[in-house]
Nanobody, 123 residues
């Protein structure tokens, strides 16, 4: 049974930090790229970050503030979020992607996704 279990969301003041974790079950870690997307009420889904081996991608709105990492032995994906802003408030979802685009253009083809973890940044 494929599961991507995200955790680590919460309420934080602007300027604060959170680390999201995603534990992957039921699929081979090496067969996918992994990452995070977010969705805020009334807004479109936004790709936040993804990783495949050592290649990473960050959306423009989070570059320089967020860092993605992974541990293939533990089948874990992490998203360290620093300097959080109220506009980062959203549900964050962990996803397994079909692949990673060349030229650091991000990941494509969501194959599996987990339930979201809510991040709320207060001003």
């Amino acid at each position: 049974d494929v599961q991507l279990q995200a955790s680590g969301g919460g309420v934080v003041q602007a300027g604060g930090s959170l680390t999201l974790s995603c534990e992957v079950f039921g699929i081979s870690f090496d067969d996918y790229a992994f990452g995070w997307f977010r969705q805020a009420p009334g807004k479109e889904r936004e790709g936040v970050s993804c990783i495949k081996n050592s290649r990473t991608y960050y959306g423009d709105s989070v570059k320089g503030r967020f860092t993605i990492s992974s541990d293939s032995a533990r089948k874990m994906v992490y998203l360290r979020m620093n300097s959080l802003k109220p506009e980062d408030t959203a549900d964050y979802f962990c996803a397994a992607y079909l692949g990673y685009r060349s030229n650091y253009a991000g990941c494509y083809g969501i194959q599996h996704r987990g339930k979201g973890t809510q991040v709320t940044v207060s001003s």
